[in-house]
């Protein structure tokens, strides 16, 4: 009767080993937390590149509003906010709505949302060209001569 019920009990295990245990190592998919605003064009340049970095606090959410301006007078034209924690538990990004300003304009205001007992850790690019006013502006001869 004992030797029954040690066969039963290493039957039990095994199954629970089998099922417990997946068969393949395939992770699943983690959410992206990526923004990507405007678009490039072939006259559009490395504005600027930023690393944004807020170390986590203990039993908390951060909420943290960073506003990013182009180094000189250049039009922002594509805003990149790649998250790089790729384990999905980096902070969701949105444009700010208060302020208004992104692709078009010379600066860019985003919010981070970070999840619970996590930092915000983001690669920040601006693209951008010279206002059209500088691009339009060739020097010209108006010289006539005789």
Not at 96 to 114: E, I, T
């Amino acid at each position: 009767m004992e030797s029954y019920k040690l066969i039963f009990a290493f039957i039990l295990n095994i199954q629970l080993v089998i099922n417990a245990v997946p068969l393949s190592n395939a992770k699943k998919a983690c959410p992206s937390h990526e923004l990507v605003l405007g678009s490039r064009a072939p006259h559009d340049r490395l504005l600027l590149q930023k690393f944004i970095y807020v170390p986590a606090k203990p039993f908390r959410t951060l909420k943290h509003i960073e506003t990013i301006r182009t180094p000189s007078r250049e039009t922002i034209t594509r805003v990149e906010l790649i998250d790089q924690k790729i384990d999905g538990r980096g902070a969701s990004v949105q444009l700010n709505k208060v302020s208004g300003n992104g692709p078009a304009y010379r600066d860019v205001s985003v919010k981070f949302n970070s999840k619970f007992n996590h930092g915000v850790h983001y690669s920040v690019r601006l693209y951008g060209h010279k206002p059209v006013a500088f691009l339009l502006s060739k020097p010209h001869n108006t010289a006539i001569k005789a």
